[in-house]
């Protein structure tokens, strides 16, 4: 089994920047993927960013990209997001992903991929 906390939220306003932080521990072996997902009241959950644990492939969704940058320091099991001229509609919460390794690549962004979640942290941004 994998546990993943994520920490890093809060309130920011429009323009504003954050860093989320996801710390895994457990059997941290099973990673191959891990992925930043999103999701508002009454919506499923939306694709952010994914990476493979080991670093290299990086993929982003089009409503982020330019704007964040996902990394990970495997010395300390951890993911990152950092998030840069933060909008109103980027609030949510958001919950890192991790799961193992798929083929093709398109399914980095499929949340039905992920086998662990973290309990997620939210985001919030005024305008």
């Known amino acids: 089994q994998v546990q993943l906390v994520e920490s890093g939220g809060g309130l920011v306003q429009a323009g504003g920047s954050l860093r989320l932080s996801c710390a895994a521990s457990?059997?941290?072996?099973?990673?191959?993927?891990v992925a930043w997902f999103r999701q508002t009241p009454g919506n499923g959950r939306e694709f952010v960013a994914a990476?493979?644990?080991?670093?290299?492939?990086?993929f982003y969704a089009d409503s982020v990209k330019g704007r964040s940058t996902i990394s990970r320091d495997n010395a300390k099991n951890t993911l990152y997001l950092q998030m840069n001229s933060l909008k109103p509609e980027d609030t949510a919460v958001y919950y890192c992903?991790?799961?193992?390794?798929?083929?093709?690549?398109?399914?980095?962004?499929?949340?039905?991929?992920?086998?662990?979640w973290g309990q997620g942290t939210q985001v919030t941004v005024s305008s």
């Open positions: 457990g059997r941290t072996s099973d990673i191959v993927r």
């Open positions: 990476t493979t644990w080991s670093g290299g492939s990086l």
């Open positions: 992903a991790a799961g193992g390794a798929v083929w093709p690549t398109i399914l980095y962004y499929d949340q039905r991929t992920y086998n662990y």
